[in-house]
DNA sequence: CTACGATGATTAAACGATTAACCAGAGAAT
DNA sequence: ATTCTCTGGTTAATCGTTTAATCATCGTAG
């Protein structure tokens, strides 16, 4: 293995130099710095990350603790968390918390253990990562109080809403999976607060049985609300084999802009988190907290974005509900 | 921070008694292992990742090179990989290769001057990583020459082709997305070699124009095989869409059993790579490599296995395309 | 009674990079 | 000529753990 020990006896000269002549510090001459970055480009050479962690106490890498990464929201986080690490330098560790607490503090733990100079966690259930001997971010609802930054779902909630009344729908069916979930809560909290006073809606929380939207559209629902792109395009595949065109006779909203979304005909209007942002944010407050900055970026929100496309569309002029048998 | 020489000066000992209590090696009196250990626990000690990586050239993480986490056949692979990894006592550090090889060999170097003990990478377009510090292990497809273990794509595409044959289907439409994907290849070389005199079948890659399926559908095709979940969700809804009943006038078959498989309604009938079998394999080589042991595992292939759903059923009896207008 | 093997613990040297403290030499100022 | 400062470099200590080499002690066998 290459060191500065072997770059310093080529050249006759002491490691200290060697390592001064790499990093920038101390007092080296112009020509001691040349000769030695090339030779050290000559042998191959790059700092043993241990050898300069131990040192340093930094480890140049970033913890990051998600529910389960298989779950399609997440995968976007994830490459954008990297991507912001990345250019801080930092690398990524991943963890999976099992979608559990305990899960989620073992995970922690583990990364700790693995020397991270940081963690970041998606906490889900609104549970506070108790951590005490690295700076650590979360990304949460708003409403959550210790969160470091947070996508607004409220108002990712408000925009699907004013989306479909500006098209003119005043009947609506707002879908979700899980009640449980504060994510899902406040995506519907949004939707309410708008409709509230402008137009009639229904909040249906879907586990096995899905409502029957036949039914529901001869009682004058021309829109749905969905709180994921998965419940969008359930919802948007069971209208359709009942007769149901979306968006002519109901038009569906989904949110997070997974994959699927343009995969699908018609292709999903959905609600983008800007995660890229999320993740800048993240990555630059705990970068700062390592760096022991004095003042650290108090917590923020990012809002959230609408893309129309096409399950989503103008109220019927005519009759509301063409499929009536 | 909390170290062996705190523990070895709190209880009059030195700290090379300290580690060898604590890892298990040299010779230390039970009581003392006991003494150790306890008070180790009292203060919540553990060993320095980095101490530990200088001296042993162990860091025990493996980095993880991938095309692109946000593609949803990747996060199951990245799920199975870090579960394994845990198992064996090492931690997982993503690294996005971006779909290129400039950016493969990129996110390689840097995983290496992280200081991994070995790395995984998913090649795309079958290009061999040149990687000579650490072990490493690739999964690729069965046609490629240089790979640790592969998913049998080509009997995943045949499974795909024998169970709508048994369904009696004999007129299908071979949809792909990508040509000079190794992947999509195989998989569709697969379903060629079952369809082969048994079935009129007819391939097509789409790009941006997807292919006329009313049209299909009145040439008699009454199946679809896809390479993928994505392109089997695109299928239906345009059938759908289109009048074309699913699966009561043509069956979808789609590959790798993506979360929206089951969101969709009909649900998709799909192939289902073993990534964990896939993850199992790969870490087990890793770690007999990194542990120098002298025989190590020999390329492997993984079969695939086949789940149905609604998306595919018997061939209509009677008339075979009932949408005629 | 002495020598020896076994046992249990200690000493000290790594691993590789960083960094505070120190030192030699040259030029400038007194 | 002496001191002072600045420059460019070296020495040595340090981070925390592991591990080979060493040492002391004690029971036991010769």
Tied chains: 1, 2.
Excluded at 151 to 172: C, E, I, K, P, V
Excluded at 186 to 210: H, K, P, T
Aim: proline letters at 6%.
């Amino acid at each position: 293995m290459i060191n500065q020990k072997q770059i310093a006896n080529d050249l006759g000269i002491s490691v200290a130099t060697v390592s001064n002549a790499l990093t920038g510090k101390g007092r080296v001459s112009e020509d001691v710095i040349r000769l030695v970055t090339s030779r050290a480009e000559e042998l191959g050479y790059f700092p043993s990350a241990a050898g300069r962690a131990l040192k340093t106490g930094r480890s140049g890498i970033l913890g990051l603790v998600m529910p389960d990464i298989t779950k399609p929201v997440f995968p976007k986080f994830a490459e954008g968390v990297e991507a912001e690490a990345e250019k801080c330098g930092f690398g990524i560790l991943i963890a999976n918390s099992r979608s559990t607490e305990e899960g989620q503090t073992k995970a922690i733990k583990q990364l700790i253990q693995r020397g991270v100079d940081g963690i970041i966690v998606l906490p889900q259930r609104r549970t506070a990562p108790n951590i005490n001997r690295v700076p650590y971010a979360t990304a949460s609802t708003a409403s959550d109080p210790n969160n470091t930054v947070a996508a607004n779902h409220t108002q990712g909630g408000q925009l699907a809403a004013h989306a479909l009344l500006d098209l003119g729908h005043r009947n609506f069916l707002l879908l979700g999976s899980d009640a449980l979930s504060p994510v899902q809560k406040d995506r519907i909290e949004g939707m309410i607060e708008v409709l509230n006073g402008a137009a009639q809606y229904e909040v249906c929380w879907v586990s096995e049985s899905f409502p029957d939207l036949v039914q529901k559209n001869q009682d004058g629902v021309t829109a749905i609300l969905t709180t994921s792109d998965l419940l969008a395009l359930r919802a948007v595949t069971e209208a359709e084999r009942s007769g149901l065109k979306c968006p002519e006779a109901i038009s569906v909203m989904g949110f997070d802009d997974l994959p699927l979304a343009t995969a699908v005909r018609p292709t999903l209007s959905t609600i983008v988190p800007d995660t890229t942002e999320l993740a800048r944010r993240l990555v630059a407050y705990l970068d700062a907290a390592i760096r022991q900055e004095p003042t650290l970026p108090t917590p923020s929100i990012v809002d959230m974005t609408i893309v129309l496309r096409e399950s989503t569309g103008p109220v019927a002029t005519q009759f509301p509900n063409p499929t009536r048998r």
